[in-house]
């Protein structure tokens, strides 16, 4: 809301709107910026200790993976709802002729419980060790203003930067919709971050700007190539990312399949002040292993919304994940959503502050699961999941 341009005083109703719109204004700016925190440089010279804490209270029907007909709902307290929550150390130093040393260290914290990481070491067969402290970010790199930048080590993968930067719920790998369908017990290998990467940003230029990574195999397969192509002008943003990952997993930041996968994401958004809305169209292509040559392919696409409301922001999605081939059957007791998955979810975001916002949502989870024993059938499920979280930035 726009001042009054009035020199008289104005009423106490008027100044605690205006108050609160500064204040849902600053907080969006400041959640946008802490989305894209993962692929930014340190604001200024000098160390930055920054982070994230979030806990979500709930009853939930499954598992984030998805959920099978034989699981029953569970009332929990998760860190991480709306955002992973997180800690880290960035830092900048000024070489001079427009040229800049970076780094970054970021940490995952699950603070229901105080343990470090996302999750547990996963047992054989698949033997994926547990996220190492540093598995958020791990990096040094060089910049320059005209030139661009150079990022050498842990890096967060473009594929989702680009999911996490583009819609209307975030970063959340619990309640997001398309983080859910394209991420969490998906197809997808590769995982949300890349060991051993060498990754290079441009400049932006008439707000365009562009990435490429390259994650050195060092034994672990044919290791892992990737493109971003970014624009934003005004009240429109679009991005187009691809990845081809071959590397296998060593921790659960690299995901927990070895299989061979190809995908790609387009994403579009445009700021109608009252609404902003978001959409995604994309693909993944598992193509199995040397010993296992698989052809499945699956079709993501979602839609989500942000509408300010008061001091805060009612947010919706709506994702899918669909194929029509046929899928190797799982036993019942799997994560779903094999052949398909649904996810929705509505909910209220309400900003104390800049830095603290609490949250209500409620999500619907819908699969389509090929299930052992044999004969193999499809098999339907649906659960309802609700939370309330408290989020608080620094």
């Given at each position: 809301?726009?001042?009054?341009?009035?020199?008289?005083?104005?009423?106490?109703?008027?100044?605690?709107r205006?108050?609160?719109?500064?204040?849902?204004s600053?907080?969006?700016?400041?959640?946008?910026?802490?989305?894209?925190a993962?692929?930014?440089?340190?604001?200024?010279?000098?160390?930055?200790?920054?982070?994230?804490?979030?806990?979500?209270v709930g009853?939930?029907?499954g598992?984030?993976?998805?959920?099978?007909?034989?699981?029953?709902?569970?009332?929990?307290?998760?860190?991480?709802?709306?955002?992973?929550?997180?800690?880290?150390?960035?830092g900048?130093?000024?070489?001079?002729?427009?040229l800049?040393?970076?780094?970054?260290?970021?940490?995952?914290?699950?603070?229901?419980s105080?343990?470090?990481?996302?999750?547990?070491?996963?047992?054989?067969?698949v033997?994926?060790?547990?996220?190492?402290?540093?598995?958020?970010?791990?990096?040094?790199?060089?910049?320059?203003?005209?030139?661009?930048?150079?990022?050498?080590?842990?890096?967060?993968?473009?594929?989702?930067?680009?999911?996490?930067?583009?819609?209307?719920?975030?970063?959340?790998?619990?309640?997001?919709p398309?983080?859910?369908?394209?991420?969490?017990?998906?197809p997808?290998?590769g995982g949300?971050?890349?060991?051993?990467?060498?990754v290079?940003?441009?400049?932006?230029?008439?707000?365009?700007?562009?990435?490429?990574?390259?994650?050195?195999?060092?034994?672990?397969?044919?290791?892992?190539?990737?493109?971003?192509?970014?624009?934003?002008?005004?009240?429109?943003?679009?991005?187009?990312?691809?990845?081809?990952?071959?590397?296998?997993p060593?921790?659960?930041?690299?995901?927990?399949?070895?299989?061979?996968?190809?995908?790609?994401?387009?994403?579009?958004?445009?700021?109608?002040e009252?609404?902003k809305?978001?959409?995604?169209?994309?693909?993944?292509?598992?193509?199995?292993t040397?010993?296992?040559?698989?052809?499945?392919?699956?079709?993501?696409?979602?839609?989500s919304?942000?509408?300010?409301?008061?001091?805060?922001?009612?947010?919706?999605?709506?994702?899918?994940?669909?194929?029509?081939?046929?899928?190797?059957p799982?036993?019942?007791?799997?994560?779903?959503?094999?052949?398909?998955?649904?996810?929705?979810?509505?909910?209220?975001?309400?900003?104390?502050?800049?830095?603290?916002?609490?949250?209500?949502?409620?999500?619907?989870?819908?699969?389509?699961?090929r299930?052992?024993?044999a004969?193999?059938?499809?098999?339907?499920?649906?659960?309802?999941?609700?939370?309330?979280?408290?989020?608080?930035?620094?």
């Amino acid at each position: 809301m726009k001042p009054r341009t009035s020199p008289a005083p104005q009423p106490f109703h008027s100044r605690a709107r205006l108050h609160w719109a500064r204040a849902l204004s600053t907080a969006a700016a400041l959640s946008a910026t802490t989305l894209a925190a993962q692929a930014q440089p340190a604001a200024g010279p000098g160390l930055q200790v920054y982070g994230l804490v979030d806990v979500a209270v709930g009853r939930f029907a499954g598992p984030a993976a998805g959920i099978n007909a034989q699981d029953r709902a569970v009332t929990k307290l998760d860190g991480g709802g709306m955002s992973t929550s997180h800690w880290g150390l960035r830092g900048t130093e000024d070489l001079g002729g427009g040229l800049s040393a970076q780094f970054e260290l970021s940490s995952f914290v699950r603070n229901d419980s105080g343990a470090t990481g996302r999750s547990d070491a996963l047992p054989a067969p698949v033997n994926v060790a547990a996220d190492p402290v540093f598995s958020r970010a791990a990096w040094v790199g060089v910049s320059h203003r005209d030139w661009g930048r150079v990022r050498l080590g842990n890096v967060t993968s473009l594929l989702f930067l680009n999911a996490i930067t583009s819609n209307a719920l975030g970063d959340s790998t619990v309640l997001g919709p398309l983080n859910l369908v394209t991420f969490i017990g998906s197809p997808l290998t590769g995982g949300t971050a890349w060991a051993n990467s060498v990754v290079y940003d441009s400049p932006s230029i008439a707000g365009l700007n562009a990435s490429v990574a390259h994650a050195i195999s060092e034994g672990q397969g044919g290791g892992n190539n990737a493109a971003r192509l970014a624009y934003a002008r005004g009240p429109w943003a679009a991005s187009l990312a691809w990845q081809i990952v071959k590397k296998n997993p060593g921790t659960f930041a690299d995901g927990t399949s070895p299989n061979d996968t190809r995908a790609w994401q387009l994403a579009a958004s445009y700021d109608f002040e009252v609404v902003k809305l978001f959409a995604h169209l994309g693909r993944i292509d598992n193509r199995g292993t040397a010993a296992a040559p698989l052809n499945v392919s699956y079709r993501v696409w979602d839609i989500s919304a942000s509408m300010p409301v008061g001091a805060g922001r009612v947010l919706a999605g709506y994702a899918v994940r669909r194929t029509s081939d046929t899928v190797g059957p799982v036993p019942a007791t799997v994560a779903g959503g094999n052949v398909e998955r649904k996810v929705f979810t509505l909910g209220y975001d309400y900003f104390l502050s800049k830095r603290t916002d609490l949250y209500a949502m409620v999500m619907r989870d819908s699969t389509q699961t090929r299930t052992l024993p044999a004969p193999p059938s499809v098999v339907s499920a649906q659960g309802t999941s609700f939370a309330v979280g408290l989020r608080h930035r620094f």
